[in-house]
């Protein structure tokens, strides 16, 4: 396993926007020392059953780092999302930075190119991101230095980005009332995602962690910040010390009953693209339905 430094003397100003349709929560992150910042896991809105595209969230994101006279870095995602739509490319086009993800998008783009029945031109290498982070994988905002832990069980490719005194673990971990997430789509794995959650609870107790997700179990209202203390202490899922054999019986037998996440069609045909929407051979964007393939 790769040693992780944290440096919890760096505090980085983290600006959380929640999507009441995906309940989906993206940051940006700036650097306290300086005017780079990082956005984590935008989403575009999109009308499904219309066919309707539009930017309203990543618009959110713009005006507040235009506001706030900001420099955009990276744009990461911290996973191919399956239940909303990336706007990294309509957030590059306006602001620049790099758009990153995890290297295993190669495996995410094999599986589902096949399942989209998409042609040769899709390229299945991970060029359409800017960065594929390997596991242990340094980079910075400003002056403060970034990490990324490999983190797979729910995808091949999630990972968790560690800045300052903060970690953005994606669908790895839910808020300590929300457990963990599914691991049943292809590539996924209960014991992998248990190993992941480990790597994840190893950070030092005092660590942010800032959720992707969050669906306010029990009526609570919405959350996304918690600590590695009170995961490991409180998680419904993996905390107070329970065991893998545990965990994979809970995760498995949980999965086997969910049904699938209501945008997963459109989100891994443009997700896996970088958020690009695909177009036919005419130029025009148009999504694929796969029928009986998921």
């Given at each position: 396993?790769?040693?992780?430094?944290?440096?919890?003397?760096?505090?980085?100003?983290?600006?959380?926007?929640?999507?009441?349709?995906?309940?989906?929560?993206?940051?940006?992150?700036?650097?306290?020392?300086?005017?780079?910042?990082?956005?984590?896991?935008?989403?575009?809105?999109?009308?499904?059953?219309?066919?309707?595209?539009?930017?309203?969230?990543?618009?959110?994101?713009?005006?507040?780092?235009?506001?706030?006279?900001?420099?955009?870095?990276?744009?990461?995602?911290?996973?191919?999302?399956?239940?909303?739509?990336?706007?990294?490319?309509?957030?590059?086009?306006?602001?620049?930075?790099?758009?990153?993800?995890?290297?295993?998008?190669?495996?995410?783009q094999e599986v589902f190119g096949k399942v989209?029945?998409?042609?040769?031109?899709?390229?299945?290498?991970?060029?359409?991101?800017?960065?594929?982070?390997?596991?242990?994988?340094?980079?910075?905002?400003?002056?403060?230095?970034?990490?990324?832990?490999?983190?797979?069980?729910?995808?091949?490719?999630?990972?968790?980005?560690v800045i300052g005194d903060s970690a953005f673990?994606?669908?790895?971990?839910?808020?300590?009332?929300?457990?963990?997430?599914?691991?049943?789509?292809?590539?996924?794995?209960?014991?992998?995602?248990?190993?992941?959650?480990?790597?994840?609870?190893?950070?030092?107790?005092?660590?942010?962690?800032?959720?992707?997700?969050?669906?306010?179990?029990?009526?609570?209202?919405?959350?996304?910040?918690?600590?590695?203390?009170?995961?490991?202490?409180?998680?419904?899922?993996?905390?107070?010390?329970?065991?893998?054999?545990?965990?994979?019986?809970?995760?498995?037998?949980?999965?086997?009953?969910?049904?699938?996440?209501?945008?997963?069609?459109?989100?891994?045909?443009?997700?896996?693209?970088?958020?690009?929407?695909?177009?036919?051979?005419?130029?025009?964007?148009?999504?694929?339905?796969?029928?009986?393939?998921?």
């Amino acid at each position: 396993m790769t040693a992780y430094t944290v440096d919890m003397s760096i505090k980085p100003d983290v600006q959380a926007f929640f999507d009441e349709v995906t309940n989906t929560i993206s940051y940006i992150v700036k650097d306290p020392s300086s005017k780079s910042c990082a956005i984590i896991d935008s989403v575009m809105d999109i009308d499904y059953a219309a066919g309707r595209i539009t930017f309203e969230h990543a618009d959110a994101l713009i005006q507040e780092i235009e506001k706030r006279r900001l420099a955009l870095e990276w744009i990461i995602e911290t996973h191919v999302h399956a239940d909303h739509l990336s706007a990294a490319p309509y957030i590059q086009r306006k602001l620049g930075g790099k758009i990153g993800v995890g290297c295993k998008i190669t495996i995410v783009q094999e599986v589902f190119g096949k399942v989209f029945n998409e042609g040769t031109e899709f390229q299945r290498d991970g060029s359409q991101f800017d960065q594929l982070f390997e596991d242990g994988d340094v980079y910075s905002v400003g002056n403060m230095q970034c990490f990324a832990i490999s983190t797979p069980g729910h995808t091949p490719a999630c990972m968790v980005h560690v800045i300052g005194d903060s970690a953005f673990v994606g669908d790895t971990l839910f808020m300590p009332d929300g457990g963990s997430a599914r691991c049943d789509f292809p590539g996924g794995s209960a014991e992998e995602l248990y190993e992941s959650i480990m790597k994840v609870l190893a950070l030092p107790d005092q660590t942010r962690l800032f959720m992707c997700h969050d669906y306010g179990p029990n009526g609570r209202d919405i959350q996304w910040e918690t600590t590695v203390a009170d995961e490991k202490a409180f998680n419904i899922h993996v905390g107070a010390g329970k065991t893998k054999e545990e965990f994979v019986k809970f995760r498995t037998d949980r999965d086997a009953r969910l049904s699938m996440p209501k945008l997963i069609i459109p989100s891994l045909q443009v997700n896996m693209r970088a958020g690009e929407v695909p177009r036919d051979q005419d130029g025009h964007p148009v999504l694929k339905v796969p029928v009986n393939g998921l």
